[in-house]
């Protein structure tokens, strides 16, 4: 029996995907969404100027978390990340697609997650991680969220929040130029184009 490659005509390009020396460099960093980064940047002097309000200048000690000594109370600047359990995943899908037992909630109430002993919250700073423990919840943070936490590094290696900093609200910026946002629908989104059909004069936003 002919393999497919001898019946098919086609042409390998797979060694443009191959790691050369010059790829495995600078790998370990490249692993770290520079999306966060930038937020980071972006956010720190909203962040400190917060914690000056509330917690008073030159009050806390500014760290990276890479440089926190154990049991010294440090205020680091992170991005959040959650770790659930029960996080859905499309690759464990993707993998065992066949194995997969699709509950059926069609006539039953969706039940309200109520968390697992594994749920932990993270705080990456400076391409490092530390769990998080102490005065901060599941419930009052999202990952991605970019905030500063003030507290001590323990023994075991986690983080013992004592106070959790949000950035400082931006004032809103005036915008150069007067202008209109509409909010559009009804643009072919359920694919049946007489039901989604819903004309809009866009003259009567005119200015």
Known sequence: MNSWSNILDYKNLSEK?????ADRKGAYSRQYFEAYEA?????????????EKILGKGKFKL??????QQDEEVFVIGVIVKRIAARPSILK????EDKVAYEDYENEELKRY???????IELESDKQTVKLEGSISMDECATG?????????????????????WPIAQPPVKAEAEG???????????????????PVDLSAFHS
Do not use: M
Request: hydrophobic share 35%.
């Open 180 to 198: 209109t946002i509409v909010f559009v629908s009804g643009l072919e989104l359920t694919g049946d184009v007489e039901e989604d059909y819903h």
């Open 63 to 68: 760290c990276s978390l890479s440089d926190a």
């Open 93 to 96: 899908s993707l993998l065992s």
């Open 39 to 51: 937020r980071v940047a972006e956010l720190k002097p909203r962040i400190l100027r917060n914690a």
């Open 114 to 120: 109520e968390g697992s002993s594994e749920d932990r």
């Open 17 to 21: 995907y191959v790691l050369t020396d």
């Open 145 to 165: 969220c970019c905030v500063g936490v003030l507290g001590k590094l323990g023994k075991e290696g986690v983080f013992h929040v004592t106070r959790l900093i």
